[in-house]
């Protein structure tokens, strides 16, 4: 009896003590939950840009290699080796424009107000509904008179260097007034307005021209200056077309081609800046439409 129970105990140190479940603290779930946020903001940011057609690249490179070392392929196990520091470099270099732009919407990011949600009561707002009117209204009717526009709406980024490209005006807003300053052949009418607030702050602003190659060729220098003070700023720019009368609207380096009244409204109501009291609610994932 004592020797089976011996060979028992000498069973279980043997091959059952590596199943003990180890101590869990805290912080260890902490860790791991920021971690799993952290990869999932990487993949979805990943999927969202260019970098996700250059990652499948790597990926299969990266197959290459693990096949050259199950079947022991010496001389592409050296070159992989000895390419593999430069390799790194190289990728820097190749996705600095996406590094960039995650980097400059990740500094724009309120990263408590994406996790907590607060939307219980109305206390302020960016811009009052009326400028949103004046400026659904003076886009539409500059659209169908084909008359070109650039407007550009601040948010949170500072615009002033921007600003100091033009002519300061500091009036307040009506169709009326910009549909002057577009009107062909008139002093103002040459580059983009800026309005912050309920003011147009300036006016014949110099924009920088995205050079994103993915925008449709038949854009012209309006639309890329409108996407390209959205890809470095948080602002919202409304551009109508000197061809066509379409309105568009840019917004973090995307193009909405061809809305109506009720889409730019919309849209300009998604960032009035309305800030809101407590609410009892906590998110971690975004949604789909958040993305």
């Known amino acids: 009896m ?43 940011w990943i999927k969202e840009s260019k970098a996700w057609s250059l990652l499948k690249g790597i990926l299969f490179i990266l197959l290459f290699v693990m ?45 408590l107000s994406s996790i907590f949600q607060f939307d219980n009561r109305l206390v302020g707002e960016r811009f009052s509904d009326d400028t949103i009117n004046e400026i659904v209204r003076g886009a539409f009717e500059m659209g169908r008179a084909k008359t070109g526009a650039l407007i550009v709406i601040a948010q949170n980024d500072p615009l002033t260097d921007y600003e100091n490209t033009g002519i300061m005006l500091d009036s307040a807003i009506s169709s009326q007034l910009l549909i002057n300053i577009f009107e062909h052949n008139t002093p103002l ?8 607030g309920n003011r147009i702050v300036s006016a014949t602003c110099y924009l920088p021209l995205s050079e994103n190659m993915e925008l449709s060729k038949e854009l012209g220098t309006r639309h890329r200056a409108g996407v390209g003070i959205s890809e470095v700023t948080d602002s919202v720019t409304v551009i109508v ?33 309305k800030t809101y009291e407590e609410k009892k609610s906590f998110r971690i994932f975004k949604r789909k439409a958040d993305l």
């Open 189 to 196: 009418h040459d580059g983009a307005v800026i309005v912050e």
């Open 67 to 111: 096949f050259a070392a199950i079947f022991s392929m010496t001389t592409i196990l050296w070159i992989a080796k000895n390419v593999f520091g430069v390799a790194v470099t190289a990728m820097v270099v190749v996705f600095q424009p996406e590094l960039r732009k995650a980097l400059e919407q990740l500094g724009r990011r309120k990263v």
């Open 241 to 273: 077309s000197e061809e066509t009368g379409r309105v568009s609207v840019a917004y973090e380096g995307n193009l909405s081609r061809n809305v109506d009244t009720e889409q730019l409204r919309q849209m300009l109501r998604n960032i009035q800046g």
């Open 2 to 44: 004592p020797e089976l129970i011996e060979s028992i105990t000498s069973f279980i140190e043997r091959y059952v003590t590596w199943l003990s479940i180890p101590s869990i603290k805290w912080t260890d779930i902490v860790e791991v939950l920021i971690i799993s946020i952290l990869l999932y903001r990487v993949l979805a």
